[in-house]
C-alpha cells in the first residue's frame, strides 16, 4: 500500500525555538496533504490542508503565522511550529490525498514535539 | 457546524461481538471512514462507506445510514490487541473554494477485557 513518512519522529526544543516537521509521499503523487494535531486522549484535529504549489488553507483558531506550511513538490509538505512554547508540545501528524481516487487518505507515523 | 458524536469509551469480553456508534450533522458529506489508532501511532484505515448499507471485511463491518446520519462498526471475535481507540471520521467536499477534508469524530477508547 501507499506509504507516508514523517521526519522526525520525535523532536525536543525550547521555548521560542522553531521546529520543523516534512511529511513525504514515498510512491505516490499528493496534491493535497492534511495537517492536524492530536493532544493526549483526544481526537484528532484539523489544523490545515497544504495544496501543492498553492498556499494552505487554515481551519478556524489555528494561527498561520505560527503554523507555516509548505507544500512545494508532489510528494512533500513541511510544517514549521515557529516561536513554539510548551501548550505547542503535541502528537503531529499528516496525511496525504491519493490524488487519483481522490479520497483515500494515508497518513504518516507522525511526529511527538515536546517544547520545554 | 460539523458534529460528528461517538461514545467516549466502551468495555468488551475477548471473543465477544461490540458495536461502536457513529451519528454525524455535516454538509457536503461525501463517506464515512473507519479508523483504528493505537496509543502513540497514526490512525490506520479501517473501511470506507459512501453508500448506505453494510460493508463486510474479516471480523471488521461497517453500516452507514445517510439519511439517518449515522454508522456503526462492528467488531466481531474480540481479541486483546483489539484495545485501541477507534476514529469515525467524515469526508467533506469543501462547498466553498472546493477540496475535501477529513473530519474526525471525538474517538471510543475500546478496551478488550478476558
Known amino acids: 500500500g501507499a506509504v507516508v513518512s514523517q521526519h522526525p519522529s520525535r523532536v525536543i526544543c525550547k521555548s521560542g525555538t522553531s521546529v520543523k516537521i516534512e511529511c513525504r509521499s514515498l510512491?505516490?503523487?499528493?496534491?493535497?496533504m492534511f495537517w492536524y494535531r492530536q493532544f493526549p486522549k483526544q481526537s484528532l484535529m484539523l489544523m490545515a490542508t497544504?495544496?501543492?504549489?498553492?498556499?494552505?488553507?487554515?481551519e478556524q483558531g489555528v494561527e498561520k503565522d505560527k503554523f507555516l506550511i509548505n507544500h512545494a513538490s508532489l510528494t512533500l509538505s513541511t510544517l514549521t511550529v515557529t516561536s513554539a512554547h510548551p501548550e505547542d508540545s503535541s502528537f503531529y501528524i499528516c496525511?496525504?490525498?491519493?490524488?487519483?481516487?481522490?479520497?483515500?487518505?494515508?497518513f504518516g507515523p507522525g511526529t511527538r514535539l515536546t517544547v520545554t | 457546524g460539523q458534529n460528528i458524536d461517538q461514545p467516549t469509551e466502551m468495555t468488551a469480553t475477548e471473543g465477544a461481538i461490540v458495536q461502536i456508534n457513529c451519528t454525524y450533522q455535516?454538509?457536503?458529506?461525501?463517506?464515512l471512514f473507519w479508523y483504528q489508532q493505537h496509543a502513540g501511532e497514526a490512525p490506520t484505515f479501517l473501511s470506507y462507506?459512501?453508500?448506505?448499507g453494510l460493508e463486510e471485511k474479516g471480523r471488521f463491518s461497517s453500516f452507514l445510514s445517510r439519511s439517518k446520519g449515522y454508522s456503526y462498526l462492528l467488531l466481531k471475535e474480540l481479541q486483546m490487541k483489539d484495545s485501541a481507540s477507534y476514529l469515525c471520521?467524515?469526508?467533506?467536499?469543501?462547498?466553498?473554494?472546493?477540496?475535501?477534508?477529513?473530519?474526525f469524530g471525538t474517538g471510543t477508547q475500546l478496551k478488550v477485557e478476558l
Open positions: 455535516t454538509s457536503g458529506f461525501n463517506g
Open positions: 496525511s496525504a490525498l491519493d490524488s487519483i481516487t481522490s479520497y483515500e487518505q494515508y
Open positions: 471520521a467524515v469526508f467533506l467536499t469543501i462547498l466553498t473554494g472546493g477540496g475535501n477534508k477529513l473530519t
Open positions: 497544504s495544496n501543492e504549489g498553492s498556499k494552505a488553507t487554515y
Open positions: 510512491d505516490f503523487q499528493a496534491t493535497t
Open positions: 462507506n459512501v453508500l448506505d
